[in-house]
């Protein structure tokens, strides 16, 4: 492997935790802004809080995922590599934004088991009739096993299995930006803005790719 | 014509009850939530104080209470000032709704370009608080002013011909920013049977609290049919057209197959994208039921007998 070409041979040490500060921020302001407006009668987040927030944390997923695919062509672009081992913290927070943006949704906007008129068949509408709801559930499933098998350990033991694996990767993105798209109503300029980076990220790997198979 | 029964006056929350619990709640909040961020301080202290008395109320249930001003001004669908439902609040201010004309025509017998001031003239403005369903299932309960539409057919007269009212909105990008935009296919056009126009409870706003409309909420004219979805509210109208047949309809052209001409509140019948048995009303937490015709079968019904309303979305 080559030298930086931004010199930085070795990673900051304020990069860690400044990332997980960071990357933690959205989540603690989303979910104590949405608290209080909801049983403290505040209005941070406007007059449909849970929306707002669902929403929210739905996009800062995609942001994680986003910046998770981010790291190899900036790797490889700037020749630092001490980035790759926070791919793995970008990913998970992708996963763990997923997960409140999936449990506010059950919980404070469809209400589920929460609510006295939102029953089992509502949920098993929403999960077997709603493309969008499909798209969207099947992308944080396949998170679940790339978290799982995300530790040191688990690369070691999987081996070439794990890399097939987590190819996952590239696709899981790909389900938030369609299940973005498909939520909303008629103004899918946002959805469209993230489909063109996901293309540029997903296309840079390609290029990269024959270039190295021509080199 | 149907008679609308009204909800008892000793069933509402008087106004300023409930702006005291909101201030309690408020106040609880400032004191148990202080440090999520003092900063912010309840946007309801800016809020200007609404008029008192809000209106009659017509269909309310038990429970119901006047959405505050301040989320009735600042979160509405209104795609001619963008898409999102805080924008209509931040695009719309200085939008000019003097002077304004409305042309009244089609199929009927007086038809006519009318000065707002003249148009609304021969009516007596009434105030009356009722339910409104958006269909994206958020509800709020709403004191709307406004003149019966019934009064603006029966001016017109229509002919026999006639079967649907048309109602447009004013098509003018320079001042309608969203209008730039082929998120919809602009002017936003609404429509109604002539039966649904002449019902004594559709009614042309021009206030909500007792005073005008803000731009935002489709000043200074729009359409209220509180047992619809929302999306039939077709706002700051310029004309009023008597038509033989239904007419082509902004969302119900965009997407047909999930949303159509009638656009009855029905919790029978789902969106394609989520279920409509229940809404969450602004300013509350919890789910509440959704009513058929949003609580006005009684008054309603009668209209669609007969009707498939599964097919008849």
Same mark, same amino acid.
């Given at each position: 492997?080559?030298?930086?070409?931004?010199?930085?041979?070795?990673?900051?040490?304020?990069?860690?935790?400044?990332?997980?500060?960071?990357?933690?921020?959205?989540?603690?302001?989303?979910?104590?802004?949405?608290?209080?407006?909801?049983?403290?009668?505040?209005?941070?987040?406007?007059?449909?809080?849970?929306?707002?927030?669902?929403?929210?944390?739905?996009?800062?997923?995609?942001?994680?995922?986003?910046?998770?695919?981010?790291?190899?062509?900036?790797?490889?672009?700037?020749?630092?590599?001490?980035?790759?081992?926070?791919?793995?913290?970008?990913?998970?927070?992708?996963?763990?934004?997923?997960?409140?943006?999936?449990?506010?949704?059950?919980?404070?906007?469809?209400?589920?088991?929460?609510?006295?008129?939102?029953?089992?068949?509502?949920?098993?509408?929403?999960?077997?009739?709603?493309?969008?709801?499909?798209?969207?559930?099947?992308?944080?499933?396949?998170?679940?096993?790339?978290?799982?098998?995300?530790?040191?350990?688990?690369?070691?033991?999987?081996?070439?299995?794990?890399?097939?694996?987590?190819?996952?990767?590239?696709?899981?993105?790909?389900?938030?930006?369609?299940?973005?798209?498909?939520?909303?109503?008629?103004?899918?300029?946002?959805?469209?803005?993230?489909?063109?980076?996901?293309?540029?990220?997903?296309?840079?790997?390609?290029?990269?790719?024959?270039?190295?198979?021509?080199? | 014509?149907?008679?609308?029964?009204?909800?008892? !006056?000793?069933?509402?929350?008087?106004?300023?009850?409930?702006?005291?619990?909101?201030?309690?709640?408020?106040?609880?909040?400032?004191?148990?939530?202080?440090?999520?961020?003092?900063?912010?301080?309840?946007?309801?202290?800016?809020?200007?104080?609404?008029?008192?008395?809000?209106?009659?109320?017509?269909?309310?249930?038990?429970?119901?209470?006047?959405?505050?001003?301040?989320?009735?001004?600042?979160?509405?669908?209104?795609?001619?000032?963008?898409? !999102?439902?805080?924008?209509?609040?931040?695009?719309?201010?200085?939008?000019?709704?003097?002077?304004?004309?409305?042309?009244?025509?089609?199929?009927?017998?007086?038809?006519?370009?009318?000065?707002?001031?003249?148009?609304?003239?021969? !009516?007596?403005?009434?105030?009356?608080?009722?339910?409104?369903?958006?269909?994206?299932?958020?509800?709020?309960?709403?004191?709307?002013?406004?003149?019966?539409?019934?009064?603006?057919?029966?001016?017109?007269?229509?002919?026999?011909?006639?079967?649907?009212?048309?109602?447009?909105?004013?098509?003018?990008?320079?001042?309608?920013?969203?209008?730039?935009?082929?998120?919809?296919?602009?002017?936003?056009?609404?429509?109604?049977?002539?039966?649904?126009?002449?019902?004594?409870?559709?009614?042309?706003?021009?206030?909500?609290?007792?005073?005008?409309?803000?731009?935002?909420?489709?000043?200074?004219?729009?359409?209220?049919?509180?047992?619809?979805?929302?999306?039939?509210?077709?706002?700051?109208?310029?004309?009023?057209?008597?038509?033989?047949?239904?007419?082509?309809?902004?969302?119900?052209?965009?997407?047909?197959?999930?949303?159509?001409?009638?656009?009855?509140?029905?919790?029978?019948?789902?969106?394609?994208?989520?279920?409509?048995?229940?809404?969450?009303?602004?300013?509350?937490?919890?789910?509440?039921?959704?009513?058929?015709?949003?609580?006005?079968?009684?008054?309603?019904?009668?209209?669609?007998?007969?009707?498939?309303?599964?097919?008849?979305?």
């Amino acid at each position: 492997m080559s030298t930086p070409r931004f010199g930085l041979a070795t990673a900051p040490r304020w990069l860690a935790p400044l990332l997980n500060f960071g990357a933690a921020l959205p989540a603690i302001g989303i979910v104590s802004m949405v608290i209080a407006d909801v049983f403290f009668g505040r209005s941070f987040m406007g007059a449909d809080p849970i929306k707002e927030a669902e929403h929210a944390l739905g996009e800062w997923t995609i942001r994680f995922l986003f910046a998770s695919l981010l790291v190899t062509p900036l790797r490889q672009f700037t020749g630092w590599n001490w980035l790759a081992r926070h791919r793995r913290t970008l990913g998970l927070y992708g996963f763990a934004y997923g997960c409140v943006h999936f449990l506010t949704w059950a919980l404070l906007d469809v209400q589920i088991g929460i609510s006295e008129y939102v029953g089992w068949a509502d949920v098993q509408k929403d999960l077997t009739k709603r493309p969008f709801i499909i798209v969207g559930m099947s992308a944080l499933l396949l998170m679940v096993p790339l978290a799982i098998t995300s530790t040191t350990s688990m690369i070691a033991r999987l081996g070439r299995r794990w890399r097939v694996l987590h190819r996952l990767a590239y696709v899981i993105p790909a389900l938030g930006v369609i299940h973005w798209g498909m939520s909303v109503k008629k103004d899918v300029a946002e959805p469209a803005m993230g489909a063109v980076v996901l293309a540029v990220l997903l296309g840079s790997r390609v290029l990269h790719a024959r270039r190295s198979a021509t080199a | 014509m149907p008679k609308i029964p009204r909800l008892p !006056s000793s069933e509402i929350t008087p106004e300023s009850v409930w702006v005291d619990r909101r201030r309690f709640l408020a106040a609880a909040g400032a004191a148990g939530a202080g440090l999520l961020g003092a900063g912010a301080l309840s946007r309801l202290a800016a809020a200007p104080q609404p008029q008192r008395p809000l209106g009659t109320p017509y269909g309310l249930q038990p429970g119901d209470e006047p959405t505050s001003y301040e989320d009735v001004t600042t979160y509405n669908n209104f795609y001619e000032f963008g898409t !999102s439902k805080d924008d209509p609040a931040v695009e719309a201010q200085g939008f000019r709704t003097r002077p304004w004309t409305v042309r009244v025509d089609g199929l009927c017998a007086k038809p006519g370009n009318y000065q707002l001031e003249d148009f609304l003239k021969p !009516s007596r403005v009434e105030d009356r608080i009722y339910r409104f369903r958006c269909v994206e299932a958020w509800s709020m309960v709403i004191p709307w002013r406004g003149i019966p539409l019934a009064d603006v057919v029966a001016r017109a007269q229509p002919t026999s011909q006639a079967k649907f009212v048309e109602l447009t909105t004013l098509l003018d990008p320079q001042r309608m920013p969203g209008q730039r935009y082929d998120v919809l296919d602009w002017p936003y056009v609404e429509g109604l049977r002539l039966d649904e126009a002449k019902h004594p409870l559709t009614l042309l706003a021009t206030g909500v609290y007792g005073r005008d409309l803000p731009p935002q909420n489709g000043a200074p004219l729009r359409l209220v049919t509180p047992w619809k979805y929302g999306f039939k509210g077709v706002k700051s109208i310029v004309r009023i057209r008597f038509v033989e047949r239904m007419p082509r309809t902004t969302w119900a052209a965009a997407i047909p197959s999930e949303y159509g001409f009638y656009a009855n509140v029905n919790p029978q019948v789902d969106h394609p994208r989520w279920s409509q048995a229940t809404e969450r009303r602004i300013g509350n937490f919890r789910r509440i039921p959704t009513l058929p015709f949003n609580g006005y079968a009684d008054q309603v019904a009668s209209l669609y007998a007969g009707m498939d309303l599964r097919r008849n979305y």
